[in-house]
């Protein structure tokens, strides 16, 4: 059975979409309504702006959206058997199983975005990646020990690689209490906020308003959410997974142990980057996978 997956904010590279845009008349469609929808040249910045132009969450999250869904577009023959994204990929997904058309998506993605940066601009914020635990049990027994700050669990990448969010300084107690516990290596990253944290309920407020409103319809194949792990099909509980997402953590470990066994035999990573297929490789080196 074949898995298509799509990546988060982190794959966006200056240029991208451009060798889209030149090849494929459906291509320049999509560009040409994804700036209409967002009101600015998002094409424009993906194609010729800077590193930090595309470093903006307003900008990032619809520019790694739009070039996965069009990347999915001119696959031939496309007929996924089950979808995942890793966060904002999710929305992708939900496009290439037919849960939401392109426009709608696009819409909540902005929504989310500008949500996200707000949310990160009230409470400075930060994530650290932990690698080379003991376990993961011990990770999430050091975040819960800190009882003054935030700090949580909020990747579930790959066996050895979680990553934590919180505040600041709850980030650096927990880099400390790590470090002294024998994890040897613990990365602060450079990141605007504490994505999927208890410090991003402002966003999920602003994100389940505009969710609530949209056109979800019964897709043509399950999505494995980041909120659960599980397949799901029903438009109602994608709904709710999707709104719940911005402060939990992904499972994304979780969610490709249970495509695998649910029959997933080959894992198609769509969109810009390749993180992914580097991290299903990790969590079963036996499944087939490519880039799109």
């Known amino acids: 059975m074949k898995?298509?997956?799509?990546p988060g904010q982190g794959s966006q590279s200056k240029g991208m979409g451009k060798d889209l845009y030149e090849k494929s008349d459906l291509a320049k469609e999509y560009f040409k309504k994804a700036d209409e929808i967002l009101g600015f040249s998002i094409s424009g910045i993906m194609f010729e702006g800077s590193d930090e132009d595309l470093k903006q969450t307003k900008v990032t999250q619809p520019a790694v959206f739009i070039h996965s869904v069009i990347s999915a577009l001119l696959i031939d023959d496309f007929k996924?058997?089950?979808?995942a994204g890793h966060s904002l990929g999710?929305?992708?997904a939900l496009v290439a199983n037919k849960t939401m058309s392109f426009e709608e998506a696009l819409r909540l993605v902005s929504i989310r975005a500008l949500a996200m940066q707000k949310a990160c601009e009230a409470v400075p914020s930060t994530m650290a990646a932990v690698l080379k635990y003991?376990?993961?049990?011990?990770?999430?027994?050091?975040?819960?020990?800190i009882t003054e700050e935030i700090v949580v669990p909020a990747n579930y990448n790959c066996p050895g690689q979680l990553v934590i969010s919180g505040s600041v300084k709850g980030i650096d107690i927990a880099m400390e209490k790590l470090t002294a516990a024998g994890v040897r290596r613990v990365l602060k990253l450079q990141v605007g906020g504490a994505f999927h944290s208890p410090l991003m309920e402002p966003a999920r407020e602003e994100l389940a308003a505009g969710i609530e409103?949209?056109?979800f319809s019964t897709p043509i194949c399950p999505i494995y959410q980041n909120y659960t792990a599980k397949a799901a099909t029903d438009p109602a509980t994608i709904k709710a997974n999707l709104i719940a997402q911005l402060t939990a953590p992904v499972l994304w470990t979780q969610s490709v142990r249970n495509m695998i066994a649910d029959g997933a035999t080959s894992f198609t990573e769509v969109g810009p980057g390749a993180v992914l297929q580097g991290l299903?490789?990790?969590?079963?080196?036996?499944?087939t996978t490519a880039k799109a």
């Open 3 to 6: 898995a298509y997956i799509f």
């Open 134 to 145: 003991e376990s993961e049990e011990q990770v999430e027994n050091i975040c819960k020990s």
């Open 280 to 287: 299903v490789s990790k969590i079963d080196p036996t499944v």
């Open 80 to 83: 996924p058997d089950m979808v």
């Open 213 to 215: 409103k949209a056109i």
């Open 90 to 92: 999710e929305f992708s």
